[in-house]
């Protein structure tokens, strides 16, 4: 009798222990996602970063909708970048797709625009796609 008690007694703490915990890590977890920002750097590694976090999330037991999702996205975004509207998507993996692509066209401009370079302004004019991509690519934008 007594063993069944201690028994239910270590059960309880160990499961009281184990709550507590979770609850800290989706503190945790909450956190970091509030603190996210896009750095200029890749816009992949913003979207790939918010669904390891939402992943982790949802391993503690914290369901999260497609449309908190996308507002969490749209909050990530700089100001001057929440042009492009993300909430005309319901779903998340639409919505990454769509943001995927804009900052694609977003950074041709800029480096066409902003910093004068012809040569990826010829390179799209021409339908280069090849070429285009190495440029992108050696700025790391994506």
């Not at 401009?109 to 004068?116: E, K, R, V």
């Amino acid at each position: 009798m007594r063993r069944n008690i201690n028994n239910q007694r270590q059960n309880f703490i160990q499961n009281q222990t184990q709550a507590q915990h979770q609850q800290q890590r989706k503190i945790e977890i909450i956190n970091k996602i509030e603190t996210l920002k896009y750095n200029n750097k890749n816009i992949s590694i913003l979207i790939a970063n918010l669904q390891n976090l939402f992943d982790k999330l949802e391993k503690i037991d914290t369901d999260i909708n497609d449309s908190s999702k996308i507002g969490i996205l749209n909050r990530c975004l700089p100001e001057n970048l929440r042009w492009i509207n993300v909430f005309q998507y319901s779903k998340w993996n639409d919505c990454c797709n769509y943001v995927k692509r804009s900052f694609y066209f977003y950074f041709i401009s800029l480096l066409i625009f902003d910093y004068g370079n012809f040569a990826i302004a010829d390179a799209f004019a021409k339908n280069k796609y090849k070429v285009f991509h190495i440029i992108l690519f050696n700025y790391k934008l994506f």
